[in-house]
């Protein structure tokens, strides 16, 4: 069965930091990973996915996020965090050796950026 | 360009009374159409989803039924609203292919009292 982990429920950081909010999936073949965003009251906006070729994918909002086959991990990052980044992050995976399948969603991170 | 809208954005319903809650998809054809829920804490749980025209899978029983009518079209029911079914619900497309993204409607916050 697939299924995502994020181990934080929560991250803070300061304003110009560098972020990094973690992923871990179990798929039984190969993944896609997806990243997305979501303000209060509000839907997921999408962010980045791993498809296939470079592990490093860069996305929307200056956000990157790293694919670590042997880790099973895709972390989001950003070398610079604002504080409008503020918002809760969610990770997605689908198993791409299943067709017919929809996007299985982690918990979801809260970031928290101060000023 | 392709647009969702869902609606109603909140809903406030006593228990024991009935559900409708409606997406729709513009711009594209023969969407792949989700139904999640997001309860605080606990992340997206796929309700259902549907591949086609009255094509659609459960993935977890309870007492929501989902029903696709037309193409770009997808709707959330009850009979019966129960306390534990309060929650923010959102609506998704993607295309078939199975490496793209879904896309997200604005969501419905709904209270069962």
């Known amino acids: 069965a697939q299924s995502v982990a994020q181990p934080e429920d929560q991250v803070n950081v300061a304003e110009g930091n560098p972020l990094t909010v973690k992923c871990t999936y179990s798929v039984s073949g190969n993944p896609y990973l997806f990243w997305y965003v979501q303000y209060p009251n509000r839907g997921l906006q999408f962010l980045l996915k791993?498809?296939?070729?470079?592990?490093l994918v860069k996305g929307s909002y200056g956000f990157e996020a790293e694919f670590n086959k042997s880790q099973t991990s895709f972390h989001l990052k950003k070398p610079s965090a604002l504080v409008s980044d503020s918002a809760l992050y969610v990770c997605a995976v689908r198993d791409r050796g299943q067709a017919g399948t929809a996007l299985i969603f982690g918990k979801g991170t809260t970031l928290s950026v101060s000023s | 360009s392709q647009t969702i809208h869902q609606w109603p954005a909140t809903l406030v319903q006593p228990v024991g009374s009935p559900l409708s809650l409606e997406c729709t998809v513009e711009g594209t054809s023969n969407p792949n159409l989700y139904w999640y829920r997001q309860a605080a804490g606990r992340g997206l749980q796929l309700l259902f989803y549907?591949?086609?025209?009255?094509?659609i899978s459960s993935e977890v029983p309870q007492n929501l039924s989902a029903s696709r009518p037309q193409d770009r079209q997808f709707i959330l029911s009850s009979k019966k609203l129960l306390l534990s079914d309060s929650g923010f619900y959102l609506c998704?497309?993607?295309?078939?292919?199975?490496?793209?993204?879904?896309?997200f409607g604005q969501g419905t916050r709904l209270t069962v009292v």
């Open positions: 791993y498809i296939t070729g470079d592990n």
């Open positions: 549907s591949i086609g025209i009255d094509q």
């Open positions: 998704a497309w993607g295309q078939g292919a199975w490496g793209t993204e879904a896309f």
